[in-house]
């Protein structure tokens, strides 16, 4: 619901290398050091978004289970539901994020029974379940507004929605009151309790005192031991401080969208990707996504990317640079619209099943990689073409792409020319030459034999 806003990590000499660049660029370079990202919680984990009402106008939970299978060849082992809990009416314009009851599912969307029946089979697969959770507000005809303290109020005595959002549909909490933090604390754990799932995805967590989010993980992972999965929907490292796991990697994607816009360097991205892990611990991570509900809203990866090949590229960029990569449900199948989460919106999942397939080969690719893709990182600098390999012992992984809508040739980073290389989409061996032609938006990611 939130709108797209805007390590202890050392930089290390900057190494001169005889690169040239695509497109009459002839300047080139590397930057290396340690990786910025721990490893730990996240090297492994790849994020589903279900929005349900992309599923079925109906019992959507159920049908959200009948794709689990599906879900799991894209290599998803954590599956975040969507505000699925009852809507307001009282000034409502349809978003699921304006919640009427805590305690209560939408029943378009089913019953507790689905939900349960749901957890346990994504279990049984290997995935946990994350719920979204909005801590900030509440509808307006929520029991919770009879309780005048437990809302802010202007000067005058009348309760507000959030100051400065534009969220006019509903009603700002008042963290003050130690009545309404028992009883949100009260409500996150009945889902947990009720029906085991591991964790949530709080929206708009900076909306929330700090304090609060310290003394609801602290409780839930009594519940939950080290399953907890915590995602915050923010920016600020604080909320890593908080006990999050993950947080949104929203400079991130901003600037990935810059770039792929012409409007941005691939050097501004992976300065603001060393940023976004300054300070971080380890055992955390940040999410990383080319789109997710909020943006996907305004523009669909298609038009944001120009095209079905721009759109994957930029999912490639942002999965394996680092982070924990989400996919939202729309996005493997290259839906081409904008999609409000307010409305119904029913995918054909079997539209585009070409695309669907390489999202599953790339995201085996993926978590078959992840030893790699927890050694040391170098980047460099090639114009248009975005490259970077991670080192771990004599082995290293290799990613280049393409992030413009034209082929471009550029030279092999003098120490990866001549490697003798995997194709990890192709499994084809073959030696680095000296030069790499890239077709518009093409991608590699190579393993080193």
Not at 269 to 282: A, I
């Given at each position: ?214 003394q609801a993980i602290k409780e839930l992972k009594v519940l939950k031991g080290d399953e907890l999965l915590m995602l915050a929907e923010g920016g600020t490292s604080t909320l890593f401080a ?208």
């Amino acid at each position: 619901m939130m709108k797209v806003r805007h390590y202890l990590w050392m930089i290390l000499p900057m190494l001169l290398l005889h690169l040239l660049a695509g497109c009459g660029d002839d300047s080139g370079g590397g930057t290396g050091g340690p990786d910025p990202v721990p490893a730990g919680v996240g090297n492994e984990i790849v994020i589903y978004e279900a929005n349900p009402k992309v599923f079925a106008r109906t019992n959507a939970l159920n049908a959200i289970s009948a794709r689990l299978d599906e879900m799991k060849e894209l290599g998803v082992n954590v599956l975040w539901l969507m505000s699925v809990y009852e809507q307001g009416v009282t000034n409502a314009i349809g978003s699921p994020y304006c919640v009427k009851d805590y305690k209560k599912l939408n029943t378009e969307y089913g019953t507790m029974d689905d939900l349960k029946s749901l957890v346990t089979k994504a279990h049984g697969k290997g995935m946990r379940v994350i719920l979204d959770w909005v801590a900030n507000h509440t509808s307006w005809d929520n029991a919770w507004i009879q309780n005048k303290s437990w809302h802010t109020q202007d000067a005058g005595g009348n309760i507000i929605s959030p100051e400065g959002m534009g969220w006019s549909d509903v009603a700002d909490l008042n963290y003050g009151s130690t009545e309404m933090r028992s009883a949100m604390l009260d409500a996150m754990k009945y889902w947990i309790e009720t029906a085991d799932v591991d964790g949530y995805r709080c929206d708009y967590a900076e909306g929330v005192p700090d304090d609060f989010w310290k003394q609801a993980i602290k409780e839930l992972k009594v519940l939950k031991g080290d399953e907890l999965l915590m995602l915050a929907e923010g920016g600020t490292s604080t909320l890593f401080a908080d006990g999050f796991d993950l947080v949104y990697g929203w400079s991130f994607a901003s600037k990935l969208q810059d770039v792929f816009a012409g409007k941005a360097t691939l050097t501004a991205l992976y300065e603001v990707y060393k940023q976004e892990y300054q300070g971080v611990s380890g055992g955390k991570q940040r999410l990383r996504y080319s789109t997710n509900h909020d943006l996907a809203s305004e523009q669909s990866p298609l038009q944001t990317y120009r095209n079905e090949r721009g759109a994957m590229a930029a999912f490639v960029l942002a999965s394996m640079l680092d982070g924990v990569p989400l996919i939202y449900s729309s996005q493997e199948i290259g839906y081409p619209r904008s999609l409000s989460f307010f409305n119904y919106e029913l995918m054909d999942w079997n539209s585009n099943s070409g695309y669907l397939s390489e999202y599953k080969q790339l995201m085996q690719v993926y978590q078959s990689s992840a030893t790699l893709r927890g050694g040391d990182l170098k980047t460099y600098d090639t114009g248009k073409v975005a490259s970077f390999y991670r080192a771990n012992g004599d082995k290293g992984l290799f990613v280049v792409v393409n992030t413009s809508n034209e082929t471009l040739t550029v030279k092999t980073p003098i120490e990866r020319a001549g490697d003798r290389v995997k194709n990890l989409l192709n499994n084809e061996t073959t030696t680095l030459a000296v030069a790499l032609t890239l077709e518009p938006y093409q991608y590699y990611i190579w393993q080193k034999e």
